[in-house]
């Protein structure tokens, strides 16, 4: 069996497996898609000695007849079911020890994520500075977004007509009379 620091590689690898794409998840138990994707993120499946079907098959094997999880000692049991399998050449120890050893630090990786467009096209579409007509309304010079003033037509209660140049100068433009 691996030492205890290994074991809480080991723990820590596979609750970020756990909880990977479940919000709900509290690390505790690991589900059969889970599982797939540790063996695959972690190379475990190479495609030869260990498939797909393999993982699945293991998988079956370890949890209960009724669960479809399976718990940390069950997934310990699993490594050591696909040990011998992966590293023919080994002991069953030094086998146990290598496919520890691919598990311990890994992480969900996220190939296949799909990614922001940064296309001439969008950038164009999405260039604030080059709106024309009402839509420059909502934008200022940085092509943050205005917020309220940019959508509503604010009414402005001073008195004066929207584009009046002399506004505010009546007071001094009349004399006090007393």
């Known amino acids: ?10 723990l820590a690898a596979f609750k970020k497996f756990a909880v990977r794409g479940d919000t709900k998840a509290m690390g505790k138990e690991l589900n059969g898609k889970n ?3 540790l063996c695959k993120d972690c190379k475990i499946i190479d495609g030869k000695s260990v498939s797909v079907t393999d993982v699945d098959i293991v998988f079956s094997k370890v ?5 479809r999880v399976i718990t940390f000692e069950e997934f ?3 490594l050591q079911e696909l040990a011998p399998k992966r590293f ?7 086998a146990l020890r290598s496919i520890v050893a691919l598990v311990e630090g890994g992480e969900p990786s996220n190939a296949g994520v799909t990614k922001v467009a940064k296309t001439a096209a969008v950038d164009r579409l999405t260039d604030a500075s080059r709106y024309t007509g009402s839509h420059k309304e909502r934008f200022d010079e940085s ?15 001073t008195g004066y007509v ?3 140049k002399n506004a505010g100068t ?9």
């Open 35 to 37: 599982w797939a994707k």
């Open 63 to 67: 949890k209960q007849k009724t669960s």
């Open 1 to 10: 069996m691996a030492d205890s620091a290994d074991m809480e590689q080991l």
């Open 162 to 164: 929207g584009a009046y």
């Open 143 to 157: 092509g943050k977004g205005k917020g309220r003033e940019g959508r509503e037509e604010l009414v402005d209660k």
């Open 170 to 178: 009546y007071d001094s433009k009349t004399p006090d009379e007393k």
């Open 88 to 94: 023919k050449g080994q002991s069953k120890e030094e």
């Open 76 to 78: 310990h049991r699993a």
